[in-house]
């Protein structure tokens, strides 16, 4: 089985059966990473550059024991510390690394299309979006179908709400598309300002602005955090406002007769979006969606590298 693919660029582009194929390779490799030796040789004689022009702290050393753990060479850019400050484009820097005989590149960007501007001008080089812009993090949603698949058995007809700030975040906009693709029912709940009208009719998902209605209708609730940094105006009173209207709380739940999967994908902001004693409840995977997280990104890089020995 192969990816309809040569880049992981997004969701979008994906077809649901390169989504099944993903989760159930990542499986495989879930396994790999219980034995004693948590290694395998599938991508001995592969190089792999990790180009990170954003901050990370999950997403960064999750690839680079991914790449480790199918025994890839990897190497580390960071463009903070890097001929960057002196002008160089990204284009310039990636053929740069790229005539070091690289051969997959990851690649997180604050643009959003960088990911896809690299895979038309090296159009033979394996590109995988760690995270560009506003637009998309497909690995991420790919560990959170995952570890929502593993707590529930199936994507298929489970209701799973995104909080936040959906307008924003690239993680709200690979996960509608994932879980659309998959046969879920998805919701939004969140501010206004914060809440893209267009989703609705374009996207198929349902919007709710009363969090606790919302809360009361999903299986899953997938809390999102603000991000700020990619605001460029004033789109809600206070944090404190925040955490009142949209923050998820214990109280908030007591009030909702269900057990509900309660997920993040990091970082968190703990007293806005959610408080500590739901992120660190029963019912919370969130440290699950950062363990699984390894696995489905070796699935990913396995399957792109065009690979056919899985493990020994
Ligand atoms: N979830 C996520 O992308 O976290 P990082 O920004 O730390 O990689």
Redesign the pocket.
């Known amino acids: 089985m192969q990816l309809s693919t040569k880049h992981l660029l997004g969701i979008k582009d994906l077809l649901p059966s390169d989504i099944s194929l993903i989760l159930s390779t990542a499986q495989q490799f879930k396994e790999v990473l219980q034995r004693p030796i948590k290694k395998v040789p599938s991508l001995r004689d592969v190089t792999i550059v990790n180009l990170f022009y954003e ?6 050393i ?1 690839f680079e024991l991914a790449e480790k753990r199918l025994s890839a060479d990897t190497i580390n850019f960071a463009a903070s510390a890097s001929s960057v400050s002196k002008g160089e484009t990204l284009l310039d820097t990636v053929n740069n690394i790229l005539s070091m005989k690289v051969d997959m590149v990851v690649m ?1 960007h604050s643009a959003s299309g960088a990911p896809h501007f690299l895979s038309k001008h090296l159009p033979d080089t394996a590109i995988v979006n ?2 560009d812009g506003i637009n998309e ?1 497909p690995t ?1 949603a790919l560990l959170d179908a995952f570890s929502i698949t593993e707590k529930l058995g199936t994507l298929e007809g489970k209701k799973i709400l995104l909080i936040g700030d959906i307008m924003h975040s690239r ?1 709200a906009l690979s996960n509608i598309y994932l879980l659309t693709k998959m046969g879920a029912e998805v919701m939004l709940s969140g501010p206004p300002t914060l809440m893209p009208k267009y989703m609705e009719a374009a996207l198929g998902v349902k919007i709710e602005y009363n969090l606790k209605k919302a809360l009361a209708w999903c299986d899953v609730a997938n809390v999102l955090r603000i991000q700020l940094e990619r605001q460029n105006q004033v789109l809600f009173s206070s944090l404190r406002e925040y955490n009142r209207a949209y923050g998820v709380t214990s109280k908030l739940l007591s009030e909702i007769d269900k057990d509900i999967v309660i997920m993040h ?3 968190i902001n703990r007293g806005v979006e959610i408080d500590s004693d739901v992120a660190d409840s029963k019912n919370s995977v969130i440290l699950k969606q950062v363990e699984n997280g390894v696995a489905v990104r070796m699935a990913v890089l396995y399957l792109l590298s065009g690979k056919k020995e899985l493990s020994s």
């Open positions: 901050n990370s702290t999950r997403t960064r999750s997180r760690a995270g993090h991420q993680v994908p990091g970082p």
